[in-house]
């Protein structure tokens, strides 16, 4: 039997497209023009003429600065969850202690407290460590608001795993650490994919922590740096645009290699 095409389901779907497609196509379409042309022309024209200029002036406002320090807190949150998550999540799996389920609730509290709450004793105590306006003061607290959520995550993923394989490991005189190396980490790569997605993402997006924890310009992050081009243009459209996206790469392409293991690990099925 031939189905009758779905008439409402196709304009619905051109009028979702149109609503997604519009800001890119403003966005985009502005970093290419001059300001004069963009305020002369408005944002849904089309550039009279295409220019680079915008991209070239948003590094020497000190966009390429901003970038690497963001890179850096990224790459730094990301090994210190990949570091301390999987020997975490892999004890509260195994572990049939009373304290250690306890310990678990009581790490997940940290999901009910939102960074605003704690940010100034957060102010107090990366200033008495000397870290305030150092990388190292925004990588710590970054990273442990991403552990509650990872830990939640992964050990997800890792109940996912059979308890058969453990006992058949048990039985060929496997030791727990080798079980972890050799059998829980492999198994569990969707939800490792997750957690590294999850925190890159709130590293690179992170505003509340470099804003408290930052001043100089040789510390401030991409999206602080993006607060600033909007007085350090004078509302010039254009350059603020073509440093958002520079800014957007790096997040479209984890997206992009990323989406189907960060769907499957928040879906509680990464380990299989």
Not at 164 to 185: I, K, W, Y
Request: proline content about 6%; charged content about 10%.
């Amino acid at each position: 039997m031939r189905r009758r095409p779905n008439y409402l389901a196709g304009v619905g779907s051109l009028v979702w497209l149109f609503l997604i497609g519009l800001p890119l196509y403003v966005m985009l379409v502005a970093t290419v023009q001059s300001q004069s042309d963009y305020s002369r022309n408005g944002p849904l024209s089309l550039p009279h003429s295409v220019t680079f200029d915008n991209f070239t002036e948003a590094f020497d406002a000190g966009f390429g600065q901003y970038f690497l320090n963001t890179l850096i807190v990224t790459a730094c949150v990301v090994g210190v969850v990949l570091l301390l998550v999987p020997p975490l999540a892999y004890a509260i799996v195994r572990s049939r202690s009373r304290v250690t389920s306890q310990l678990f609730r009581l790490f997940l509290l940290g999901l009910a407290i939102p960074a605003q709450a704690v940010i100034v004793p957060m102010f107090y105590l990366i200033s008495k460590a000397g870290l305030y306006d150092n990388l190292l003061g925004v990588i710590l607290p970054t990273a442990a608001f991403c552990l509650p959520m990872s830990a939640l995550i992964l050990s997800g993923a890792m109940r996912d795993i059979a308890p058969e394989l453990f006992e058949a490991m048990a039985m060929d005189g496997a030791t727990p650490r080798r079980m972890f190396f050799q059998l829980v980490l492999p198994l569990s790569r969707g939800g490792l994919s997750t957690i590294v997605v999850f925190s890159a993402l709130q590293a690179w997006n992170g505003f509340l922590f470099p804003l408290v924890l930052t001043q100089s310009e040789s510390s401030k992050l991409i999206t602080l740096g993006l607060y600033n081009f909007q007085t350090a243009h004078g509302m010039n459209v254009p350059g603020l645009l073509a440093a958002v996206v520079l800014s957007m790469v790096p997040v479209l392409l984890v997206y992009l290699f990323a989406r189907r293991a960060l769907v499957q690990g928040l879906m509680g099925v990464g380990g299989k």
